[in-house]
């Protein structure tokens, strides 16, 4: 199966499978609840490309299995409840006993997997149990294995950590544009040239974004400029979990930043502060709607911050 992530590499590989030189069973898409449009724009556009040449492998989209809104539900969680489990590789500052703030090091990437490879693979074994007629939580028949495709790329190679799915002895992982050497670059000159979109995938207030002259095709000015109130939302987020922090009821003791600069949003890009006055009432209604979704399923007395 395809791990899709609607981006450029895992679209280099939905395209050799449309071309037939790869064979897939499943494609799958989980969406982490923080993609921008721009990306969900984009799997609408491959799902459409699919039908045009007549492919007809599943092509499903599936969430994290209890935090069915994603990235911004653990956020709102870890905010307004208890959750300690903090799953993004936020940039820290950590303060010494002389009271010193010295720039340390990220928290572990540990989104990709929790939101997008697990999720990936749940769906897959749910797809072939109901195949098979069995129930979610049978044994998978011993003659049966799965290999799930990754995108990673040849100078992504570093972020390979493993070739076997912990959660399932009979799941193997794949990296075939690291097997073929193929670099981000050599995935987007062949989308290029063959006119397909060409955005690269990644959340909306992901931490590997950076400025423009880091261009590794992912940045904080594509959000500002293509979805405003993405980037409003990742400046409150942004405050807020060094907000949390700050109260020292998180096991977390580094101070969190979204920007490789280890310095606010507000203060990296004070150009575009009137965007959180122009969304102001959105914000507010966003905020009200988040308060009442993790007061009723997580059970948190929310306070009415607006
Ligand atoms: S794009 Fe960034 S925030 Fe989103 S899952 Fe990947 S590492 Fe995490």
């Not at 049966?144 to 972020?159: L, V, W």
């Not at 930043?257 to 203060?267: G, Q």
Request: charged letters at 25%; one cysteine or more.
């Amino acid at each position: 199966m395809l791990s899709f992530g609607g981006g450029t590499q895992s679209t280099h590989l939905l395209e050799q499978h449309f071309r037939g030189e790869i064979h897939y069973d499943y494609i799958i898409f989980a969406d982490t609840g923080a993609e921008p449009d721009f990306i969900h724009d984009q799997v609408w556009w491959w799902q459409h490309r699919q039908r045009q040449v007549g492919n007809t492998t599943p092509f499903l989209i599936t969430q994290h299995s209890s935090m069915e809104r994603g990235l911004e539900e653990m956020l709102m969680r870890y905010i307004y409840t208890d959750y300690q489990r903090f799953q993004m590789p936020v940039y820290c500052n950590s303060v010494n006993e002389d009271g010193e703030v010295k720039a340390g090091g990220m928290l572990p990437r540990q989104c990709t997997v929790d939101f997008k490879i697990v999720p990936v693979k749940q769906q897959a074994r749910r797809m072939v149990m109901d195949q098979l007629g069995l129930g979610y939580r049978q044994k998978m028949p011993d003659n049966i294995g799965f290999i799930t495709d990754i995108g990673f790329s040849y100078d992504e190679i570093r972020r390979i950590n493993t070739y076997q799915s912990p959660q399932f002895k009979y799941m193997r992982m794949a990296y075939p544009l690291v097997e073929a050497n193929e670099t981000t670059e050599d995935s987007i000159r062949f989308l290029e040239q063959n006119g397909f979109p060409t955005r690269r995938s990644r959340c909306y207030l992901c931490p590997f974004n950076c400025a423009t002259e880091q261009d590794i095709g992912m940045d904080w000015e594509e959000i500002i400029e293509s979805e405003p109130f993405s980037f409003v939302k990742a400046v409150w987020f942004d405050a807020k979990l060094r907000e949390v922090q700050a109260t020292g009821t998180k096991i977390m003791r580094s101070i969190p930043y979204l920007h490789y600069s280890r310095r606010p949003l507000t203060e990296v890009f004070p150009e575009e502060i009137y965007l959180t006055n122009a969304y102001k009432t959105k914000l507010s209604q966003w905020l009200v709607e988040w308060q009442g979704y993790i007061a009723d399923k997580w059970g948190a007395e929310v306070p009415a911050i607006i």
